[in-house]
C-alpha cells in the first residue's frame, strides 16, 4: 500500500517557522538591545527629517562621487592629529599669538597705517626698503663700533662747528658771499685761483727776504759806528761785499723801472 505525500509547506509556514527559530535563539538580553537599537535608529530617522537634513544628500552624494568626502575625512584626520599632539602650554602661547596679531592690527588701523601700505609697496618694488635696511645696518654697525670717547669727540667736534657757524653768521657771512659772487661774475676769482700757484712758489723768497732783512737789523745794531770822512766812505767802497751789494741793488732798481714803466 503506496503512503500518502507529505503536504508541501507554504510560505506562511515557513516565515513562522523562521520567526519561531529565532524567537527560541534569542535571549532577553539580545530582544532589549534590538529593541533599543531600533528605537534609536527610529530615533534618529525622526531627528534627520525634522532637521531637514534629507534633503542634504543630493549634496552628500556629490561629496561622494566626486571624492570630497574621502578629502574631508583625511583633513578631519589632520586636525585631530594636530589637536592631540598640541600641549596646553602650546594652545596657551599660540592664544596669546592670535591675540596679540588681533591687537596689533588694531592699533594699525586706528592710527591709520593702511594708507601706508602704498608707499611701503612703491619702495619694496624701487628697491628703497632694501636701502633703508642697509643703511640701518651701517648705522648699527658704527653705534656698536663707537665707544663713549669717540662719541665725546664727535660730540664736541659737531659744537664747535656749529659754534664757529654761528660766529661766521654773525660776523657778516652774507657779505663775504656777496663779494665772492662779485669777484666769480667779475673773472677775479678765477685770475686769484690761478695766480696762487705762483703765489705760494714765491712765498719761499718773501721769507728769505723777510729773514735777511731781520738779520741785516740785528747785525746793524751789534756793528760799531761808523768813523765818517772820505777816508772811511773810500775804505767802505774798496770793499769787495760793499761793491757786489751795490751792483745787486742798482740791477734791482733796474729790474723794477724796467717792470714800472710797461705799465705806463
Do not use: C
Not at 657779505?175 to 659772487?181: A, D, I, S
Request: aromatic share 2%; hydrophobic share 45%; proline share 3%.
Amino acid at each position: 500500500m503506496n503512503s500518502l505525500p507529505e503536504p508541501v509547506p507554504t510560505t506562511s509556514v515557513e516565515v513562522e517557522r523562521v520567526i519561531a527559530a529565532a524567537r527560541d535563539a534569542l535571549s532577553d538580553e539580545m530582544v532589549g538591545r534590538l529593541a533599543s537599537s531600533a528605537s534609536s535608529t527610529l530615533e534618529l530617522l525622526d531627528q534627520v527629517h525634522q532637521a531637514g537634513l534629507d534633503r542634504a544628500i543630493p549634496a552628500l552624494t556629490q561629496l561622494v562621487n566626486n571624492g570630497d568626502l574621502d578629502r574631508l575625512a583625511k583633513l578631519a584626520r589632520v586636525w585631530s592629529a594636530s589637536e592631540d599632539a598640541l600641549t596646553d602650554e602650546m594652545i596657551g602661547r599660540l592664544t596669546q599669538a592670535a591675540g596679540d596679531g588681533l591687537a596689533m592690527m588694531d592699533q594699525m588701523n586706528r592710527a591709520g597705517l593702511d594708507r601706508a601700505i602704498p608707499a611701503i609697496a612703491e619702495m619694496v618694488n624701487n628697491g628703497d626698503l632694501h636701502r633703508l635696511v642697509k643703511l640701518a645696518r651701517v648705522y648699527s654697525s658704527a653705534e656698536d663700533a663707537l665707544t663713549d670717547e669717540m662719541i665725546g669727540r664727535l660730540t664736541d667736534t659737531v659744537g664747535n662747528g656749529l659754534s664757529l657757524l654761528d660766529r661766521f653768521s654773525r660776523g657778516g657771512a652774507e657779505h663775504v658771499v656777496k663779494m665772492l659772487e662779485e669777484l666769480h661774475g667779475s673773472g677775479a676769482l678765477e685770475r686769484i685761483a690761478t695766480m696762487l700757484p705762483k703765489l705760494e712758489s714765491r712765498l719761499a723768497m718773501v721769507q728769505e727776504l723777510l729773514e735777511s732783512i731781520d738779520a741785516a737789523v740785528a747785525a746793524s745794531r751789534t756793528a760799531p759806528a761808523s768813523t765818517g770822512g772820505f777816508g772811511g766812505l773810500w775804505a767802505m767802497l774798496r770793499d769787495p761785499d760793499t761793491q757786489d751789494t751795490l751792483r745787486f741793488m742798482l740791477t734791482i732798481g733796474k729790474q723794477l723801472r724796467k717792470d714800472l714803466g710797461k705799465h705806463r
